[in-house]
């Protein structure tokens, strides 16, 4: 949690692992960027390193996460899994070769009552701490630990993507970017599910994003969120695919007008719910997945069940 001794030993860790992977710092000689958090009245810190490219001028790909808690409890899919993969993610990126630098942002106080709130780190770090160049593309993870809900082993390894209505060049992008096998996507927009972490202080300044989540489960903010129960095998999966669409997305002009995501929408839920799809429409009351309406109705349904 802000300002406790255990945020205090996350923060030295991360210090610690940015350095050891050879980040160098964002801005200035630490990978640490203070604000002062007056709701905490403490200092809230954000971990920030970067992979330099080969064209230090040009906006960069951004990879993000938090890293507080909500209680005093191990939080581990929320959101140490996260920061995990990120970490990961940014270990295999070192030996890739990139035009644009990748920055690897772990954010603090994201949870309430920082929640979209002037305290927020990921608020702070781009309203205060980013510099000129801004960002071509962000990709922010949050709950990305677990198995998907629905009691089916068909769906366990799920992966939901939001934000591909930020950029015209994003539906092409996913379709052609390499992904696992064994993570089945699904790809929405971002208004039926909302803002639901530090994607929004990049949605709002108009960067193309994707925000990836496997939604909430039932240990969600709750001190039964530890390590043991984490889906390590699709955490690997995610990291993996996290890797491709850095790459892909430091290599591609995100400058194109909006395009209409309905019928790709549907056919990735197709896809990765498969043969379950007619349960889960009968469950729903739903008789059909054909039109924006009938996909909304579906996330509304969807969360409604804990989803």
């Known amino acids: 949690m802000v300002g406790s001794a255990g945020h205090a030993r996350a923060r030295a860790y991360l210090e610690r692992r ?10 200035g000689d630490s990978y640490a960027l203070s604000y002062r958090n007056p709701r905490a009245r403490v200092e809230s810190h954000n971990m920030v390193g970067v992979l330099p490219g080969r ?4 906006p960069p790909v951004l990879i993000g996460a938090h ?5 005093a409890a191990p939080s581990a899919d929320d959101n140490a899994a996260a920061i995990a993969i990120a970490l990961s993610a940014a270990e295999v990126l070192t030996a890739t070769d990139r035009a644009r630098d990748v920055v690897i942002a772990l ?12 305290a927020m780190g990921s608020i702070r770090f781009c309203e205060d701490q980013a510099d000129a160049r801004g960002f071509h ?5 949050d709950l990305v630990g677990h198995d998907f809900a629905l009691p089916r082993p068909e769906v366990a390894n799920l992966l939901v993507a ?7 060049a994003l539906p092409a992008l996913i379709d052609a970017c390499p992904r696992p096998a064994r993570l089945p996507l699904a790809v929405v927009h971002n208004d039926v599910v909302g803002d639901m972490s530090d994607h929004h202080a990049f949605r709002v300044r108009g960067v193309p994003y994707l925000f990836l989540s496997c939604g909430r489960w039932a240990h969600y903010h709750r001190e039964t969120d530890t390590p043991d129960r984490l889906a390590w095998g699709k955490m690997a999966l995610i990291r993996d695919y996290l890797v491709s669409l850095t790459g892909a997305l430091a290599e591609t002009d995100l400058a194109a007008p909006p395009v209409d995501t309905t019928a790709m929408e549907i056919r990735y839920l197709e896809a990765a719910l498969g043969p379950i799809l007619p349960a889960v429409l009968a469950l729903l009351r739903m008789s059909s997945l054909k039109t924006r309406s009938d996909l909304v109705r579906l996330a509304i349904g969807l969360q409604s069940l804990g989803v």
């Open 55 to 58: 064209e230090r001028r040009l």
């Open 18 to 27: 940015l350095g050891e992977l050879g980040l160098a710092p964002y801005r």
């Open 162 to 168: 939001t934000g591909i209505e930020s950029s015209g």
């Open 67 to 71: 890293y507080d808690s909500v209680i």
């Open 137 to 141: 593309a962000a990709i922010v993870m």
């Open 107 to 118: 954010f603090d106080a994201e949870e309430p009552p920082y929640f979209l709130g002037p």
